[in-house]
Nanobody
Framework: QVQLVESGGGLVQAGGSLRLSCAASGRIIRINAMGWYRQAPGKQRELVAVITSGGSTNYADSVKGRFTISSDTAKRTVYLQMSSLKPEDTAVYYC??????????????WGQGTQVTVSS
């Protein structure tokens, strides 16, 4: 059973910083990419940032220069360092992993979500 467990959300003032973590566990053969998505109330879920197993990264235009995604492959963990936070960054942040579990083909997994609230 593959699981993604997120941590690090919370309440922060505008201009502040938060660091999210997401650890993958279970019988995993290979992780192709891990990333973060977010969903604000009344809006669709959107990509925030993604990092591949080769270290390539991609960011939403709205977070470029403020957020940094990184990973620790040995720990199967992805991080999202968020700085200069704005009220519009308020959302539930979801971890996503594109991976190959034991005895299966490539699948996409989601974490349970962690709330990030930025006050003005």
């Amino acid at each position: 059973q593959v699981q993604l467990v997120e941590s690090g959300g919370g309440l922060v003032q505008a201009g502040g910083s938060l660091r999210l973590s997401c650890a993958a566990s279970g019988r995993i053969i290979r992780i192709n990419a891990m990333g973060w998505y977010r969903q604000a109330p009344g809006k669709q879920r959107e990509l925030v940032a993604v990092i591949t197993s080769g270290g390539s990264t991609n960011y939403a235009d709205s977070v470029k220069g403020r957020f940094t995604i990184s990973s620790d492959t040995a720990k199967r963990t992805v991080y999202l360092q968020m700085s200069s936070l704005k009220p519009e960054d308020t959302a539930v942040y979801y971890c996503n992993a594109d991976l190959v579990p034991f005895l299966s083909g490539t699948r996409s997994y989601w974490g349970q979500g962690t709330q990030v609230t930025v006050s003005s």
